[in-house]
């Protein structure tokens, strides 16, 4: 069983940085994919970045490419999601998820999910 718990969320000006954090507890956790979504208020949930076990596959939503970057710490059973150059438009609750590999955008096949920590970005 994989738990995942988010923590990073916050109130930010347009332009400015947020590092989310996913931890999770499982002893499988080392073999996971992982993704990051989000979903704003009245909005279907969206991909925004995934990244596979070992770390060497990642995908972004083209909306965030450039701007945010997702990384890995097995070690610390943690991944990473660095958004920098924020927009009103990236405001919406951010989850974490993860998933057998191999690692793919459809929320659909993403078994775990965490709670989601709230990201507000102000103009």
């Known amino acids: 069983q994989v738990q995942l718990v988010e923590s990073g969320g916050g109130l930010v000006q347009a332009g400015g940085s947020l590092r989310l954090s996913c931890a999770a507890s499982g002893r499988t956790f080392s073999t996971y994919a992982k993704g990051w979504f989000r979903q704003a208020p009245g909005k279907e949930r969206e991909f925004v970045a995934a990244?596979?076990?070992?770390?060497?596959?990642?995908l972004y939503a083209d909306s965030v490419k450039g701007r945010f970057t997702i990384s890995r710490d097995n070690a610390k059973n943690t991944v990473y999601l660095q958004m920098n150059s924020l927009k009103p438009e990236d405001t919406a609750v951010y989850y974490c998820?993860?998933?057998?590999?191999?690692?793919?955008?459809?929320?659909?096949?993403?078994?775990?999910w965490g709670q989601g920590t709230q990201v507000t970005v102000s103009s």
């Open positions: 998820a993860a998933k057998v590999h191999p690692v793919e955008m459809s929320p659909r096949n993403y078994g775990y």
């Open positions: 990244i596979s076990w070992s770390g060497t596959s990642i």
